[in-house]
Nanobody, 125 residues
């Protein structure tokens, strides 16, 4: 069982930055692929970024490439999402998730077993 707790959300102006954190419980954090997803009102939960447990390979949605960076600290059981040059369309609840798949399968929310409660990110124009 893995419990995930996100933090770092908030209100920021367009062009600004935020760093989200997701702290995980348990001693097997390093064996999980960690992902970030987001859900805007009236929309489905969408993939944002993931980092593989195998070799720290990273994957990004096209809409955030070059602006967002995912990283992990296995010693701290924490995954991060650095978000730069934020846009109003980045406004959503951001969720972190843990799963076992890597590669293209890491981009599907169906392949994640554990989810955090979410943190709100609001970008004003």
């Amino acid at each position: 069982q893995v419990q995930l707790v996100e933090s770092g959300g908030g209100l920021v102006q367009a062009g600004g930055s935020l760093r989200l954190s997701c702290a995980a419980s348990g001693r097997t954090f390093s064996t999980y692929t960690m992902g970030w997803f987001r859900q805007a009102p009236g929309k489905e939960r969408a993939f944002v970024a993931a980092i593989s447990w195998l070799d720290d390979s990273t994957y990004y949605a096209d809409s955030v490439k070059g602006r967002f960076t995912i990283s992990r600290d296995n010693a701290r059981n924490t995954v991060y999402l650095q978000m730069n040059r934020l846009k109003p369309e980045d406004t959503a609840v951001y969720y972190c998730a843990a799963g076992r798949r890597i590669g293209a399968q890491a981009t599907s929310r169906l392949n994640y077993n554990y989810w955090g409660q979410g943190t709100q990110v609001t970008v004003s124009s």
